[in-house]
Each structure stands twice: as structure tokens, then as C-alpha cells.
């Protein structure tokens, strides 16, 4: 029980610290790569499973290829004329639709066709569901002096949260026209977040500019449209952040993550939304076709390009190649329906990435056999996987798999290395158990025939010699008799120690049986073993041995000594002289080295 404790308790600390560390350091930018990429996979699978409808009464008018194609046949160049926009607006507002949004930039006065400019303007000033965009940027001001905006254009956002926008400042701005500045506040930002990895995930609802901050175009659009069809308003110009990074938008709260943007829940590629080619529209309002056989009614009409030649193509977790309008489609519709991603905080990532640690450790060292270990590891993360993409799916919560995969990883392996530690551990004491001596801690007699069958066959194929030396105590018996069987162990033990600490590491002392004990002197001559066998009898006759708390005792000792080769070719031959030696030695008076 003390072991599950320890290595729970050491698996927690061991994770918080990697999961802290690998957090510090330049690795959290590529784990941060992977997971975003991970959100991708969830987004794409939730999209063939369809369980995302994009809103219908979002439509785009395409400037797509044909587009492109029939504006240099019919005016020579691009950007089109200013009038034609007006035009199509005209022809858009007698269908009542309920906003128009050009996901374009009318910067500049054509010098050629002022009038077009000024009719431009006055049709923003006439209609007032009609938005156009500009785009904030960091130029340096020897190109462009950053201009003023109108106060009009800024917003009060109240930030309770630790977001601090710093990567959606911004020091210069490319105006629109003056005209359609000063009579209109139907103009928002589109400027975009992108990931390090260059994919567009996330969309800014507010950019700062001059210590202020504006509204982001797709923002404003769907703020114009729930106004028109919600029963509770949403003010346009005061928005709170709250200290949990949500956005306070109505009866809807929106999450915004470190940056300040809004993580996007993607409808599909491109083309998930109606497309209308504006060429069409040309058509119909030039008088070149009849009708366009499309229903503007209550429609959110977005104007933007498509066609690649016009650069305004971005690459998303869903499509290498999506038009910004249609991320402006996106934006909005996910605000319409409250379905942007809400990203799990740190500390649930900690959470569950300790929890599915624990799981896996305690599986680990639970099961006995490593295929099902791994396995049960394996589909513990699994289960966590799957869930992850169904709290993404039902719920719009994006929870992190790639930290928990690492921290899982780690207790996996790290719960392998305990059991193999233990397992090592116990294997120690058993063969510790099988190998020794319970009373005496010398070697046990099995390991003494083991060791004298491997002295011997390594002897004869490496030329060498070794020694045995083959001891007991004298009168062993009688002192027992005399004493009593718990000092005569007592002795034993005690002799058995001066036995160890009087021979080298590489000699292997044993007990034989009985008071019997025996020393194997690998690589040693007969002379060397001879002086070594008078050394200890000496010792051990010097000695006091302690028989309890209150008396003490001498003992004597009678050895024989052989060695191998001389004395014999086999374990047992060597064994039967030193026996004869140790009988000699008893024999001639005990307390000496038998010759």
C-alpha cells in the first residue's frame, strides 16, 4: 500500500513538473502546433459527419474567376468602377434584404471618376444596412502618416480579463474614403489572427488602434442582424469582458482566447455558403438578363473576392484555399448561432492530464502482463481522445489531447520503470531468500555446490586455481549443551561475521551445515589459502563473542584447506581433502589450519 502511495504521490509531482517545464520552453510553440492541428482533425471529422448546418440567409456575391474575367472584357481593368457597387446596392435594396457587407476596401478617390466615388458615398449615407471595411495595420510612418479616425468608429470595451490585446495593436491605419468615413459608421476592421503555422483558426472581435478599439466588420454585421429579428437588443458600442475571458454579448457569451480572439467552429470548405457571381448581378443591372433567379429577402448579403488572382485566399483547418469573405461568412454566422469554440483552461488540461496519469500508472503496475498493460494504457487514452471530440462536437469545448498524451506518456513509462525496479527488487530478495543463510547470512549450501561446480569447470578452461577452505567450530556441541541453543546461535552469527570481515570482496563465504562453514578463495594458490585459513583462526581465537547482554565467550576453530587442481579434479574431491585436512586439524588438538 505504501508503494501505490509513494508512486502516486511521485507521478502527480513528476507530471506537474514536466507539464511546467515543457510549458517554459521553446517545445510548448511545437506541442501548441500539434494541438492546433488536433483541433483541425476534430473540425474536419465534425464536418463529414455534418453535425454543422451553415445559416441559409447568409449569401456571398463572388468575385470569382468569371468575375475577373468579365470585368477586364467590359471595363478594361480592376477594381471596377465605384458607380457599378452603387448600381448593384440599388438593385439588392428593392429586395429588401436584411444587411449588404462589402468585404472590400474603397480607399483612395479615383481621379478619373470622382462622381463614381461621391455616389458611393451617398449610398452608404442612404442605406442604413449597408457596412463596408477598412484594415488596421503596422506601416511605418514614413509611408503613411497614421491617421485620425472618427470618434464614431471606436467602441468601450470594459476588460475585466488578463487579455491584453497586445497582439491585435496596431500603429497605422489604410483609410477609406473621407466621404464614407464622415457619414457613416456601418465600417468595421477586418483584419485577421493567424497561427504560427499560418492557418486561420481565430478571428479578432476587436482590434486597438491610438488607444482605442474598433469593432471587427463581421462583428457589427451580426450585431445589425440580431437587432433586426432578437427581442433583446445588443448595444453596438459598450461590450464587458469578464475576468473568465467571455465576451458579455447579450443573452450570449462568447470565449475569447489569450490573444483576444474568438475561436472559430468551421461549417465546411469553401463554398459552404450560396454563392452569387457578381457578374450576374452586372448583368441584371446593366439590362444584359433578365433576372438573376436568386432571393435577396432578409438575406445577409456579403460582397468579397474569391477568384485567386485577387490575393485575398486564406488557408483554415478545413480548406488550404478559403476566401476571407467567406471567413467573414463564418464569423458572423458563429455569432448568430453562439457557436464559437470555448477553449478548456489550463488547469482542466492539468486535471485531466494527472487523472489519465494515475489511470495509466495504476494500470501499469496493476497488470502483471506488458501487451495488456500497454493495451489498457492505450485505450484509457483513447476513451479521452473520443471524448474529446464529443465535447467539441455537442458542446464547443476545444480540451487539449497533446499534454495529456505527454504526461501519459511519462506515467506509462515512468510506472514501468517502478515495476521493473520492484520487480527487480523483489527478485533480489528472493534469490537472496534461495541464496542464504537465514541465521548466519552466509551463503547457503546449494549456492556452495553451485559456485564450486562453476570454480571448477571455469578452472580447467582458463588454467587457473582456486582454494577452498572448510571450517567448524570446536566443541560446538558441548557449548550448546552448556549455554543453550540461542548462544550457540549467537556464536554462530558472530563467528560468521568475523569470517566476512577477514577475507576479500571476491571470496565467497558459506555455510556448509551445522556449525560448519566454508570459504571459496577463487584465484588463489595453496600457500596464500593456507596463510589466509591461520589468519582467521587466529582471529576468531582473539575474539569474545557475546552470548546475551551479560556473558561473553571464547571460541576455537579447526580448518582444512584444498586446492584445485592439486587436490583434486572434481567439486566433490576437493570438497573430501579439505574434510580431511579439517579432521586432521582436529584430531592434532584443534584451534589450527589441518595439514
Not at 503555422?197 to 457589427?220: A, C, E, H, T
Not at 563467528?495 to 551445515?513: E, F, M, P, S
Amino acid at each position: 500500500m505504501l508503494k501505490k502511495i509513494l508512486y502516486t504521490i511521485w507521478v502527480v509531482l513528476f507530471c506537474v513538473a514536466a507539464f511546467f517545464g515543457l510549458k517554459n520552453t521553446n517545445f510548448n510553440s511545437f506541442i501548441n502546433m500539434i494541438e492546433n492541428r488536433t483541433f483541425d482533425l476534430r473540425q474536419n471529422i465534425m464536418i463529414n459527419a455534418q453535425s454543422k448546418t451553415p445559416d441559409k440567409n447568409i449569401v456571398i456575391v463572388a468575385i470569382d474567376e468569371a468575375t475577373y474575367e468579365y470585368t477586364l472584357d467590359h471595363y478594361g481593368e480592376w477594381p471596377l468602377p465605384r458607380d457599378i457597387y452603387v448600381k448593384l446596392i440599388d438593385y439588392l435594396e428593392k429586395q429588401n434584404p436584411k444587411i449588404i457587407a462589402f468585404d472590400l476596401m474603397f480607399v483612395k478617390s479615383f481621379k478619373s471618376a470622382p462622381q463614381a466615388d461621391m455616389a458611393l458615398i451617398n449610398a452608404m449615407k442612404k442605406y442604413k444596412n449597408v457596412y463596408t471595411a477598412m484594415n488596421l495595420d503596422n506601416q511605418d510612418e514614413d509611408l503613411r502618416i497614421p491617421p485620425e479616425l472618427p470618434e464614431k468608429l471606436s467602441v468601450n470595451v470594459a476588460n475585466y480579463s488578463n487579455i491584453d490585446f497586445e497582439d491585435l495593436t496596431f500603429t497605422n491605419c489604410r483609410k477609406i474614403l473621407d466621404g464614407i468615413l464622415d457619414n457613416t459608421e456601418n465600417i468595421g476592421m477586418i483584419n485577421v489572427s493567424r497561427a504560427d503555422d499560418g492557418i486561420l483558426r481565430k478571428m479578432p472581435l476587436f482590434v486597438k488602434y491610438k488607444d482605442k478599439f474598433y469593432s471587427q466588420l463581421g462583428l457589427k454585421v451580426a450585431i445589425d442582424a440580431i437587432n433586426s429579428s432578437e427581442s433583446a437588443p445588443v448595444d453596438k458600442h459598450n461590450f464587458v469582458i469578464d475576468k473568465d475571458s467571455n465576451l458579455l454579448f447579450g443573452k450570449r457569451k462568447i470565449f475569447l482566447d489569450s490573444d483576444g480572439s474568438a475561436i472559430l467552429n468551421w461549417y465546411g470548405a469553401s463554398g459552404t455558403y450560396e454563392q452569387v457571381p457578381m457578374y450576374k448581378l452586372i448583368k441584371a443591372v446593366n439590362g444584359e438578363i433578365k433576372d438573376t433567379g436568386y432571393d435577396f429577402k432578409d438575406k445577409i448579403i456579403y460582397f468579397g473576392t474569391t477568384a485567386s488572382a485577387l490575393f485575398d485566399i486564406k488557408t483554415t483547418p478545413t480548406d488550404k484555399t478559403f476566401p476571407g469573405v467567406e471567413v467573414q461568412a463564418t464569423f458572423v454566422n458563429n455569432i448568430l448561432d453562439n457557436n464559437f469554440i470555448t477553449k478548456a483552461d489550463k488547469s482542466v488540461t492539468i486535471f485531466t492530464g494527472l487523472l489519465l496519469a494515475l489511470l495509466i500508472g495504476f494500470c501499469t503496475m496493476r497488470i502483471t502482463s506488458a501487451f495488456i498493460s500497454s493495451l489498457a494504457s492505450v485505450s484509457i487514452y483513447l476513451i479521452y481522445l473520443i471524448g474529446s471530440y464529443y465535447a467539441m462536437k455537442y458542446f464547443n469545448i476545444w480540451l487539449e489531447v497533446i499534454y495529456p498524451l505527454i504526461l501519459s506518456i511519462l506515467a506509462f513509462i515512468s510506472a514501468f520503470i517502478v515495476k521493473y525496479l520492484i520487480k527487480s527488487r523483489d527478485f533480489e530478495q528472493q534469490y537472496k531468500l534461495a541464496t542464504t543463510d537465514g541465521l548466519t547470512e552466509l551463503y547457503n549450501h546449494r549456492y556452495f555446490q553451485e559456485q564450486m561446480q562453476m570454480l571448477v569447470e571455469n578452472s580447467k578452461r582458463y588454467g587457473t586455481e582456486f582454494s577452498l577452505i572448510i571450517l567448524d567450530i570446536d566443541f560446538f556441541k558441548k557449548f550448546n549443551d552448556t549455554f543453550g541453543h540461542q548462544a550457540g546461535d549467537a556464536v554462530l552469527r558472530q563467528v560468521a561475521h568475523t569470517l566476512k570481515k577477514n577475507v576479500r570482496a571476491t571470496d565467497i563465504v558459506c555455510r556448509y551445515g551445522g556449525e560448519e562453514m566454508s570459504i571459496i578463495l577463487p584465484n588463489t594458490p595453496k600457500d596464500e589459502a593456507y596463510t589466509t585459513a591461520q589468519k582467521i583462526c587466529e582471529r576468531v581465537a582473539s575474539n569474545k563473542y557475546k552470548l546475551n547482554s551479560e556473558k561473553e565467550s571464547s571460541v576455537t576453530i579447526s580448518l582444512g584447506v584444498a586446492t584445485f587442481p592439486h587436490d583434486g579434479a572434481t567439486p566433490s574431491d576437493i570438497i573430501d581433502c579439505a574434510d580431511k585436512r579439517l579432521y586432521n586439524a582436529k584430531h592434532n588438538g584443534r584451534n589450527q589450519v589441518g595439514e
